[in-house]
């Protein structure tokens, strides 16, 4: 029986730490800039979507990196 893994919408510090391979202080400091561009606040969650308009990264290729 094959596993079914949810689609994620949410992305954390970690998930970009190992994404771009930096320390997750700075992956905090990202959330905190795309938090300032869509005017949320401080607790609200960042989705995969405006990780990627903020970084300019393929999401296709952020979602299969993050199901594996």
Known sequence: MQ???PIRIVIYAKDISNIT??????????IAQIRR?????PGDLTT?????????????????????
């Open 21 to 30: 391979g930096k320390k997750e202080r700075t992956a905090r400091k990202i």
């Open 37 to 41: 561009k869509y005017n949320k606040k």
């Open 3 to 5: 596993e079914i893994v």
């Open 48 to 68: 995969i979507y405006e990780f990627c308009e903020h970084t300019g990264l393929n999401e296709e290729k952020v979602r299969q990196f993050l199901t594996r």
